[in-house]
């Protein structure tokens, strides 16, 4: 029996993850940048808005003909105009002036401040009674006020939201320089794997990894193609992978958990050209049996067989590198969100490894417990029942039940 | 001036959007089933894994064969074959018979337990010492340990997650039946509105909500279509909304927060054919000058024109409601990921009205902190600078700061 011969911790994972180039990259049209990570700074190159604003509706007016209006000794303005919504007005309030303005309407020269339209009464011989004063400023959104010029919003390495996609389009951006997303080439190899539609012969299974992988990728907005299903076979493997290598930005391959399968496919990766193993085996539970390298200045994961390590392994780090890739941080680890809760049972765990514990997620009496969900790496029914997973620290003895955990959903 | 004649609460909105019909079903290919809805329960048609296998690299044994044995007195069993992965074996195991089989391999017939190869020892004469006992079951998943034949493992109304995709492949399923994809339709109306690739003239402004409610949108799996940009004129408005009832699944117009544009919008959404307004007005902040409409049977929403007002209104009922036609449960109301956190400043509120406060996050001492970011609802710039939002009850004055609150991720 071969032993793994270069054995990491994931912190170790993560910085040799940290070496690959990031892609580069594209534009694309904002309406559909969101999701996209920024390679641009976005700076404002003009003021928003351009001139100040009404917040209500109401009488454009200079606050200081306001001072001392009250309801027992109005004051009287003289109505020079009304403000239409998208024309520059054509006049300006001069002293005592005042100009009918609609909410979001731009205020006329002179005027600096709105009366609300409550405080107001039209006289009927072109002037209004105002029954309240307002300081300048007041119920105007003034130019720059939302956004200086020049101000830095958003910087490169930034996942677009919602919002941004607005604020790029309040700017006048109708195209943004985004990271350009990675291809990911993916493989099932095993001499049992059938493809999901044909009715597996006895000895065989249905190949699982293919899809559960992929969905993975596809969350965090990646592209995926599929190699295939590879036998265990020295001249398949290396073909299969070096087309991934050749079409895709980073293979991830799923194989074997028996130890000759392991043997074959490091021997095949030890010989391919321009190829490292930089890591083979992980301390990681499940997951131990993961393959690192680098071919063609590519990463080339080779996750676990086992339905359960595939995906913990592909969620740990496939997920977080394909992230960094397009330009985000690796720091964090784990992509996905995350929930605090409180452990219902406790986790034993091995101290020298990770240990990543599926749990589901229970709301009772307004407390959120995770429960633990046991079960062998090889039944994918155990992620299905699941809600999420907690980390066990690589030199903790596990997390004793009642403490808090903080949930990453998957 | 005109005031709202309908305002209503948004438990109220909810009951409302629950009344009207979910989407229908449609086929789609496995791989690409992440993220969609489930239309149909998916029931496992057979046992998964269909025999029992190895979850470790060892022998296949009789577990009665090993009883007693130890390193000081090893058993001794014959070897009859090897099992091939992918392959049903042609042997079966009599007593004091044993097989190599690597991890994830069929159990031959008359098996019932594998021993790890780590206590095992070829003795050279087609036998091999064994120096531990194993019980029945031991290191082998058993026919159907995994997913029982009959089985339903996942509920319609469910979204699909990346383990429910390997599920799904794994049970021979590759098609799926989900419920199709809401369209909708925007449309952002104010005659001050120009095109973002447009540099605005004095007096107007880009548009910004087609693009921060069409991302909105997309983050939840819809499709968005523009209606482009309607100036306030009847006429058109009523155009636009007519198109939208037919090409999409719902519409969403953002318009006019003046009086005189509400009552416009109002006036043309009574006269359309066939339509009815269920809400004008809605207890909430920012976002009250919302309207809701049945419109041939199809959701019209009229959001604020107010960047974040609209935004808010899309977050907490367009959101919902798109999942809702999709299939899933109304009851949670808000779309998008929670998170807990401490208020580290009070939020004063009045009551009667359900507060949506835009919060900023921040890590300090271990410890998650959500800043209150205040600005008015005009201010894009607010929601640029803020992670999420804090809902305040509506009969709640407000939030004092220390106290933990649940954080909606935007």
Redesign the interface.
Known sequence: ?TEFFRVVTPGQVFEMLASFDRLGSEKVK??V???RVLAEAVVAPED????P?A?M?GYAVKAQDTFGATDSLPGFLTVVGKV??????EFEIGAGQAAEI?????LPAGADAVLM??YTNPAGDGSVEISRPVTAGENV?GRG???ARGEV??KPGWR???????????????EVSVFQRPRVAIAST????VP??R??????????????????V??VGAEVF?LGIVA?DAALLRKAILRGISEGDVVAVSG??????RDLMADVVSSLPNARILAHGVAISPGKPTLLASVHGKALFVLP?H?VSA?VVAEVFLLAFLRFLEGEDLASGLAG????AVLATSIPSVQGREEYVRVRLELKDGRRYAHPVFG?S????T??R?DGFVRVPIHAEGIAGGENVEVT??
């Open positions: 029996m904002t309406e940048a969101f999701g928003l808005p351009a001139g604003r917040t509706d239409e919504m998208g024309r520059a007005p609609p909410t979001g309407g731009f339209v409550e959104l006020e939302d956004v919003l958003l677009i939201r919602p919002q941004d996609v607005g604020m790029l389009a309040g700017l006048g951006k109708a095993g001499n049992e794997i999901i539609e009715s597996p012969a006895p000895g065989q299974i249905r190949d699982t990894n293919t899809y559960s992988v992929g969905a993975l596809r969350s599929s265990d074997g958990s028996s130890v000759g399968e067989g339905p995906m969100r995350k929930v605090e062998r090889s039944m994918l029914s992620m299905v699941s959903l998957f």
